[in-house]
């Protein structure tokens, strides 16, 4: 089966095309400098973006691949959750592209695709599926919007544990960043300084780390830093002082996810540990997550950094298994679910 997936939840106009687990292209503009300006997600800004690059982008992939768009067996997109503006672009182009072809479409939960990302690996320079080795896992989804904790107990089933009552963690590590005066988002800048901080230079809380649930809250922390740089504002003129405070508050993000984490998969019998999203590209996180999964004999699958933050290919990895399991296409009338959350 050759399908082509498209992705315009947030910020990133992304297409793939994927062929029988392979993932044949994967092509993807990010607005991350555009929206950076703002501080954050333009959700109408994004929309107009997505509506200029969707073309161009699907174009790319389709040449990419060598596919004709005749040659197309389905197409998919994601439905939800996202920013409603966004979301409309590539979910209503894909249907129409179904339309004219006369092919399945499919609409795809965004953080179901983001489940089954880690199990896409690089073989011989190409990325494909690899679900022989799937194993029942407790799968953390870690982005700019969200922070998940899921048991994945067999192929298409799963379940939510937790997710985060106020922050997500990446939010997290933006709206820290933003106090500390660094660009958005500030994820990627918190990691790099904090490679030559100290993480245990200041003590920041852990929310929610011993609370039995696997729930998180993120806004606790970013509080405390806020009051702590109210109480310190000189330390931002020094750089290793900077380092230390970005290490220091990577460490306490870090710990809450590897631990409940961890907790999760011991407390529900599983032996396999996976991660996707955004946050995932965090080093201490993988470093973390490694070395735990290590301990206690457990297997992790990461996923690729290309794959971590939001991307096609997953849609289309997820959408091709679907439809080979004869689960149902989408109507064409059907509408963009923004709001859908993960069961
Ligand atoms: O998955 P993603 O691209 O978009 C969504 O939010 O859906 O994730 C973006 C988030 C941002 O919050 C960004 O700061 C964070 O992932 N991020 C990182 C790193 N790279 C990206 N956070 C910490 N360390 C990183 N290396
Ligand atoms: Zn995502």
């Known amino acids: 089966m050759t399908l082509l997936a498209l992705e315009t939840s947030c910020d990133e ?134 922070t998940l904790l899921v ?21 997290c590590f933006d709206k820290t960043g933003k106090l500390m005066g660094l660009a958005y988002p500030a994820g990627p800048e918190i990691d790099r300084l904090a490679e030559q901080g100290n993480p245990k230079a200041f003590d920041f809380p852990r929310p929610l780390l011993h609370d039995a649930g696997d729930d998180f809250s993120f806004s606790g922390l970013k509080t405390s830093v806020r009051y702590f740089l109210r109480d310190n504002p000189k330390l931002l003129d020094d750089a290793q002082r900077v380092r230390d405070l970005c290490a220091s508050i990577q460490a306490a993000i870090v710990e809450v996810l590897v631990v409940k984490t961890m907790r999760a998969a011991k407390r529900n019998g599983m032996r396999c540990v996976t991660a996707s999203g955004g946050v995932t590209c965090n080093r201490a996180l993988r470093r973390d997550l490694e070395s735990a999964c290590k301990r206690e004999g457990f297997t992790l699958r990461l996923a690729e950094e290309s794959l971590c933050t939001d991307n096609a290919a997953m849609i289309g990895i997820l959408a091709e298994r679907k439809l080979a399991q004869n689960i149902p296409a989408t109507d064409l009338d059907e509408e963009i679910n923004p709001g859908w959350v993960l069961a």
């Open 13 to 146: 106009t992304s297409a793939a095309v994927v062929r029988d687990g392979r993932v044949l292209s994967s092509v993807v503009s990010s607005q991350v400098r555009l929206h950076a300006e703002y501080g954050g997600v333009v959700p109408e800004l994004a929309a107009r973006e997505h509506l200029k690059n969707l073309l161009p982008v699907a174009r790319a992939a389709l040449g990419e691949a060598g596919v004709e768009p005749g040659q197309l067996d389905a197409v998919a997109a994601t439905q939800g959750p996202g920013l409603p503006t966004a979301l409309l672009v590539g979910f209503k182009a894909a249907q129409a592209v179904a339309f004219a072809l006369r092919k399945p479409f499919l609409g795809i939960h965004h953080h179901e695709a983001h489940l089954y990302s880690p199990w896409i690996a690089r073989g011989g320079g190409a990325l494909a599926a690899n679900f022989s080795d799937f194993q029942p896992n407790i799968s953390l989804i870690v982005s700019g919007g969200h």
């Open 151 to 171: 048991l994945v107990e067999s192929e298409l089933k799963h379940r939510v544990l937790g997710s985060t009552v106020d922050d997500a963690a990446g939010e």
